[in-house]
């Protein structure tokens, strides 16, 4: 159900595989350069520069933003341009698009035009509520596991592995099937499936940069635990979290919007996901009714797209390598960089 | 062997965690689904029947130890209760009737995506810039950008209700007997095309993009260099040399998103009417059949642990490094 | 500007690199690595190149094997081997260029050995592929080759984890003789290694070098070893070549400033005990000029006061 799998597991690897590629970028200063602990804070504010930088010069990144934010403006604005309650049952059903309803309306007369704007509040309200918190959960894990290491990275670690290992949709299911429904259950239940790909890129992330020099001498300045987390480490993660935060987002609107097409989330909510389980419903497809499903699997696709690309110009930003390669050649020697 | 065991080890306290899990839920989640399930289905079932499920979920005056002694006993020999749509079968044999249909889809489709995918990620990497690395990315992640759903439905209303070319629901037709024969293995065949391609579809995408990005890992190693240097050709460089090492994050990859192709072949049973587990585990939302609910949460995780082990197993074939260090 | 001639064993070189350039085009900017240098080896002869890390030696050495990954680019100038011109050589030349003619062993051992192939697998590759001998062949093969190098046979069902870093760095040197190439690229093949395993892989590699009779490229940045083993040798600097000369003439009289910094940075493995200099903090060469003969078989870049003095990083490769 989650339709974009891999950005975080990918994201993992390159860490792991490339240690100076990731975080160093915007400033190689903090690997080596600060092994006095009154300079140690000092370089942390380098890599967010950089990176934004990089991201408000990235043309993929801009393409995404403009499409997140398009969406963002319909949500807040969608009770001044649809007013009433767009899921009204009206005796106008199954009307094809035409100038007064854009988008056709539904089996039970709704237009679908305002129950697809409506629905934006919800999606995005869960998909960003999910997304920050299930990476907050992922911060706090995967701080606390590189920082105090031993017993307490074990566990948390196994804990994080079972989590990541038990398949998502069945365990989503069982667990909104047991709580009561509503929202605040969607967004639970969310979470506790989605923090723990988090939990694991951070912590393997904040592993690499707990070996560093700068946070042992921060270690032997007797700085406080909290202190060395969260202004130490925690700035030099952040185009990680940048990805991770994004990649949960997308996991929260594509798993909200399963979970509800299998009747499991709050019926009585207008979203993507319930407009889609309506129509399924309703048979839309089967009656031919293709304006009634296509708007909220559009939606819900765009905003995925969006956010991935913001995800991919941080990957490029911040991972040189990955960057496209100019097609520049030399007349000595014409084919080597055509190859590669 | 160590880390096969080690491995073993984490896999079993993973399956006690969803036994767990699912003993404790009906227990201590507010409201009553037990009785809502037994209000629907009232009349059906015997009072010993009624007193079992009770016990399974949680409707018991015994000590909470001893109620979970008895669930792990219970579970252990595979005893998860009787399913209430399908009642009286017992929920192990509804499973099993399912799960032949899930492993096909879901495998199918997984092979085919993983083999493909990573294909095309090895090229895209070695030819930077090129075709495929430049065309397909971006295609790819839109696709992947759909819910596996709604792909599934666009495709089924394409290709199905408008073109006609495929059939719209079930595994097979109906009239046919599930046997060895030629005529029932093509119109099976016929019906797994298009689940199995919205499947593929979606997740190859991210196989492309995983095994590109650490092949360009992997392609600034020095001992892709040497390779270069030793004048190897450049097909056994980018197989035998690059992909072969890229290979084990893909492994890895491969045993952790198994758990999410699962969940969206069950999307796509949905869809499909396709009669595996996911289909199922609809019907048993629908029914408020907690038990079926239940029982396919644990069979999907087990299945989901041993294709890890299974990886794993796979991985130390790989990988001289973890082997007998 | 031409080197003349003073090699051993034949007039004829086997290597001539001439006015070579290699940048690194960045998005912005680009920086030259490798700033117009020429040198020649003759058949036989071992040549060696040091300087500091940075200066552009490595960039040089995967320059020859045309082995240079994006960014870096070669910019201007000429490599010829045995009469041909490695840079116009297409794609399969290419291939059949390196290791039969020119053959390398790296820095690192352990990084430039495959971990997931065993070594045998990593020795016959290069027989089955430019020899076309069989895989049976290709391992009887093999299995003499590391006698060469005096590892046991049975290691070839080895993987490099399973090896010492001697063993492995001997291993390496076994694949880079394996064709018997005409020259031999080394690029600082101890520096990862201790002392005593030092002293046993050079050992192994002037036998080697008795035996077959090809010549080195030696690169190092370690004077005292570099001084005993080759017959001539080049001082880099900045990207440019700074000196060079017959390898006992700098031992003796090192003429650039530069030269003579780096000679008193190491101690001299035999002879007495002697004060170590480095050059003063601070102190940058720039815009260094084309070599001009000092006396004869001697070049070295003229050196004003004003080329010696302080400060600043105009030139862009010593500033890396």
Redesign the interface.
């Known amino acids: 159900m989650t339709t974009y799998i891999h950005p975080s597991p990918s994201a993992a690897d390159a860490v792991v595989e490339s240690p100076t590629a990731a975080p160093a970028t915007g400033a190689p200063a903090p690997a080596t350069g600060a092994p006095a602990p009154g300079v140690a804070s000092a370089p942390a504010p380098k890599p967010r520069q950089g990176l934004i930088h990089g991201l408000l010069t990235n043309p993929k990144a801009m393409v995404g933003a403009a499409i997140l934010l398009v969406f963002i403006a319909l949500a807040l604005l969608a009770p001044v341009l649809f007013p009433g309650d767009p899921s009204r049952i009206t005796d106008m059903a199954s009307l094809e698009p035409s100038a007064e309803h854009w988008l056709g309306t539904t089996a039970k007369g709704q237009d679908v035009m305002a129950l697809t704007v409506h629905g934006a509040r919800s999606s995005l309200l869960v998909g960003l509520t999910v997304g920050f918190a299930s990476t907050l959960v992922g911060i706090l894990v995967g701080l606390a596991s590189a920082y105090f290491g031993k017993f307490i990275d074990e566990a948390l670690s196994l804990i994080t592995n079972v989590f990541l290992l038990l398949p998502g949709l069945p365990l989503l299911v069982i667990l909104a099937a047991f709580l009561p429904p509503g929202l605040g259950t969607v967004i639970l239940v969310l979470i506790v499936t989605g923090w723990a790909g988090s939990a694991r890129v951070l912590r393997s992330q904040a592993l690499s940069i707990r070996s560093k020099d700068f946070v042992a001498a921060a270690v032997v300045s007797g700085e406080r635990a909290g202190r060395i987390m969260f202004r130490e480490i925690l700035p030099n993660m952040a185009s990680i979290v940048m990805g991770t935060l994004l990649a949960c987002v997308i996991y929260g609107i594509g798993a909200q919007a399963g979970l509800e097409f299998l009747g499991l989330g709050d019926v009585s909510t207008v979203s993507w996901g319930n407009n889609l389980f309506w129509a399924g419903n309703e048979g839309a497809l089967m009656t031919g009714s293709w304006w009634v499903f296509v708007p909220s699997g559009v939606c819900i696709a765009l905003v995925a797209f969006a956010l991935a690309l913001i995800n991919y110009a941080v990957d490029e930003v911040t991972n040189p390598r990955l960057r496209k390669i100019k097609a520049a050649v030399t007349p000595a020697n014409p084919e080597r960089s055509a190859a590669k | 062997m160590r880390f096969i065991l080690r491995r073993l080890g984490f896999y079993l306290i993973a399956f006690w965690v969803s036994i767990t899990l699912n003993f404790l839920l009906p227990r201590f989640m507010p409201g009553d689904p037990v009785s809502r399930m037994f209000a629907r289905s009232a009349g059906q079932m015997q009072p010993e029947q009624i007193e079992a499920l009770r016990k399974l979920l949680g409707v018991d005056d015994r000590p909470i130890w001893e109620q979970y002694a008895d669930y792990l006993y219970n579970i252990v020999t595979g005893n998860m209760g009787v399913s209430i749509t399908r009642f009286p079968t017992p929920v192990t044999e509804v499973i099993a009737s399912q799960i032949g249909w899930t492993l096909l889809l879901g495998g199918t489709a997984l092979v085919i995506a993983a083999v493909v995918g990573n294909l095309l990620g090895i090229l895209a990497a070695w030819r930077r810039g090129g075709a495929i690395d430049s065309a397909l990315p971006p295609l790819l992640v839109f696709i992947g950008s759909f819910p596996y759903f709604w792909l599934a439905m666009g495709a089924l209303y394409l290709f199905g209700v408008i073109l006609g070319w495929s059939p719209l629901r079930h595994a097979f037709s109906d009239g046919l007997e599930p046997a060895f024969t030629w005529e029932f293995i093509s119109d099976a065949g016929a019906h797994l095309v298009l689940p199995a391609l919205t499947i593929v579809l979606v997740s190859i995408g991210g196989w492309m993009l995983g095994m590109r990005n650490t092949m360009i890992a992997t392609n600034a190693e020095d001992y892709i260099t040497m390779a270069e240097a030793k004048g190897l050709k450049p097909g056994r460089i980018m197989f035998r040399y690059a992909a072969r090492n890229a290979m084990l994050p893909s492994a890895t990859a491969f045993g952790m998103s198994l758990g999410f192709v699962v969940g969206g072949a069950l999307l796509t049973e949905v869809v499909f009417a396709y009669p595996g587990v996911g289909y199922q585990l609809l019907n048993a939302v629908q029914g408020l059949d907690y038990p079926l609910m239940q029982g396919l949460f644990l069979t999907i995780t087990a299945a989901v642990l041993l294709a890890n082990f299974l990886v794993d197993i796979l991985y130390v074939r790989l990988d001289p490094r973890v082997r007998a260090s | 500007m031409t080197v003349s001639q003073v090699s051993f064993g034949s007039h004829e070189p086997v290597l001539e690199v001439k006015d070579l350039t290699v940048k690194y085009?960045g998005d912005t900017r680009s920086t030259t690595a490798v700033d117009r240098v020429s040198f020649s080896i003759g058949t036989g002869e071992i040549f060696g190149l040091a300087g500091e890390s940075g200066c552009g030696k490595s960039t040089i050495a995967?320059s020859i094997?045309?082995?240079?990954?994006?960014p870096a680019?070669?910019?201007?100038?000429s490599i010829r081997f045995g009469g041909k011109d490695v840079?116009a050589m297409?794609?399969e030349e290419?291939?059949?260029?390196?290791?039969?003619d020119v053959?390398?062993v790296?820095?690192?051992a352990m990084?430039?050995?495959?971990?997931?192939?065993?070594i045998g697998e990593q020795i016959t590759?290069?027989y089955t592929?430019?020899a076309g001998y069989s895989r049976k062949e290709s391992l009887r093969r093999a299995a003499e080759l590391l006698e060469l190098v005096r590892i046991d046979p049975v290691r070839l069902k080895s993987?490099p984890?399973q090896l010492s870093g001697g063993m492995r760095q001997r291993a390496?040197i076994a694949?880079a003789v394996a064709l018997k190439p005409s020259l031999l690229i080394l690029d600082e093949p101890t520096t990862a290694l201790d002392v005593v395993v030092q002293q046993e892989i050079m050992a192994q590699i002037k036998e080697l070098q008795h035996e077959l009779g090809f010549s080195v490229l030696f690169i190092t940045h370690d004077m005292s070893l570099m001084v005993e083993l080759s017959h001539r040798m080049a001082v880099m600097y900045g990207g440019r070549i700074v000196e060079t000369a017959k390898a006992a003439d700098i031992h003796t009289a090192p003429q650039h400033p530069y030269t003579q910094a780096l000679m008193g940075a190491f101690p001299p493995l035999t002879g007495p005990r002697v004060p170590l200099a480095g050059l003063a903090d601070g102190v940058k060469f720039r815009n260094i000029p084309d070599l001009a003969e000092a006396s004869p078989g001697h070049f070295v870049a003229p050196f004003g006061v004003a080329a010696g003095a302080a400060g600043g990083s105009a030139l862009e490769g010593a500033s890396r």
């Open positions: 085009v995967n094997m045309r082995l240079l990954k994006d680019k070669i910019a201007g100038g840079l297409g794609p290419l291939r059949r260029f390196r290791w039969q053959a390398m790296f820095q690192s990084n430039s050995l495959n971990p997931v192939l065993t590759d290069i592929t430019h993987y984890h390496v694949m």
